[in-house]
Nanobody, 119 residues
Framework: QVQLVESGGGLVQPGGSLRLSCAAS????????MNWYRQSPGKPRELVAQ???????NYADSVKGRFTISRDDAKNTVYLQMSSLKPEDTAVYYC?????????????WGQGTLVTVSS
C-alpha cells in the first residue's frame, strides 16, 4: 500500500521561509512526476510546483522566484523550499506523485500539511 507522508508545515511570519517534505513508500517501482498543490478555504486546489523525472520544473506564476521544488529519487522524496512567504501563501499543501507499482501506473496524494503565514 503506497503511503505519502508530509512534514514541514507550520506558522511563519511574512517574509519567512519553510521547507516541506513528502516521502513516498510502499511497493513503489518508479516515480515519474512529483507535484505540490495547495488549497485555501473557499478556493479550488491549485498546482504550485512540479518536477518531472528528468528534473524539469514548472511553477505557478504566484510563486515563481520564491519557491523551489526538488527531489531525491534515492529516498522517494520531494521537497518544496518556500521563501519570502506572504499571507496569501496560507493554505493546506498537498504532495502528489505519479508512480508505478506492480499493478501499473497511478497517482497518490499526501494527507496535507498546513502552512500559515501571519504576523
Amino acid at each position: 500500500q503506497v503511503q505519502l507522508v508530509e512534514s514541514g508545515g507550520g506558522l511563519v511570519q511574512p517574509g519567512g521561509s519553510l521547507r516541506l517534505s513528502c516521502a513516498a513508500s510502499g511497493g513503489i517501482l518508479r516515480i515519474k512526476d512529483m507535484n505540490w498543490y495547495r488549497q485555501s478555504p473557499g478556493k479550488p486546489r491549485e498546482l504550485v510546483a512540479q518536477i518531472t523525472l528528468d528534473g524539469h520544473t514548472n511553477y505557478a506564476d504566484s510563486v515563481k522566484g520564491r519557491f523551489t521544488i526538488s527531489r531525491d529519487d534515492a529516498k522517494n522524496t520531494v521537497y518544496l523550499q518556500m521563501s519570502s512567504l506572504k499571507p496569501e501563501d496560507t493554505a493546506v499543501y498537498y504532495c502528489n506523485v505519479i508512480l508505478k507499482m506492480t499493478t501499473g501506473w497511478r497517482d497518490a496524494w499526501g494527507q496535507g500539511t498546513l502552512v500559515t503565514v501571519s504576523s
